[in-house]
């Protein structure tokens, strides 16, 4: 049995699409032991909670420095004994203790097509806003092994996604969220959880 610790900061549709697929048997082998959010009011946890999964919040706010929130953060993840740190839609920089700590078992799921929209300051709604000024005809969502770059990491999955005329940032992320995001994540995590030899 994979045990997975998810990270998220907002909606967490992605953690949603992984918790169903888990319930439907999309996805085998694996267990969400434990959520963790960077920001208290972040609706994932209410959606893990209702799930009765353990969900806890994080936040930078309650630390002094960035030193000190980096040490709880891997020490909320360690506790849960994860066996992969999936980050959905997980808007911190990852401490390079935690990449080292937990090397090629830390996945990322990133809105776009990687390389293209990719790097420091690219995330959320800004990279389908820089896909759209581009005037790219598609884009999509990648998955892939976070290592101590910003979207650097080996690519695990891809998935391409049509832009339509007319297509507004908002559009177009939920587009490539229902046709790419919500698929792959889910996809990559089986694939991880069904390798695994333990
Ligand atoms: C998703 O679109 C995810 O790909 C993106 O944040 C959104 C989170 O949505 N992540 C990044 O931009 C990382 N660079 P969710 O909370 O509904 O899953």
Avoid at 124 to 136: D, I, S
Wanted: aromatic share 6%.
């Amino acid at each position: 049995m994979l045990r997975i610790c998810v990270c998220v900061s907002g909606g967490g549709t992605n953690l949603q699409a992984i918790m169903d697929a888990i319930d439907n048997g999309t996805v085998t082998n694996t267990k969400i032991v434990r959520v963790i959010s960077n920001n208290k009011g972040a609706y994932a946890l209410e959606r893990a909670r209702a799930k009765g999964i353990d969900a806890v919040a994080i936040s930078p706010k309650d630390f002094e420095n960035r030193e000190l929130f980096n040490d709880a953060l891997l020490a909320g993840v360690d506790e849960a004994e994860p066996d992969l740190i999936v980050l959905a839609g997980f808007l911190v920089v990852i401490p390079p203790k935690m990449i080292k700590k937990y090397e090629g078992r830390i996945i990322n799921i990133h809105p776009s097509l990687i390389p293209s929209f990719c790097g420091t300051g690219y995330y959320g709604l800004k990279v389908h806003e820089a896909a759209l000024a581009r005037g790219v005809k598609v884009t999509g969502a990648t998955v892939h092994y976070v290592d101590e770059g910003t979207d650097t990491g080996p690519i695990i999955m891809q998935k391409a996604v049509e832009v339509i005329d007319g297509d507004t940032p908002k559009t177009l992320q939920q587009r490539v969220m229902e046709q790419a995001e919500w698929i792959i994540l889910p996809q990559a995590i089986n694939s991880i959880a069904n390798k695994k030899e333990r």
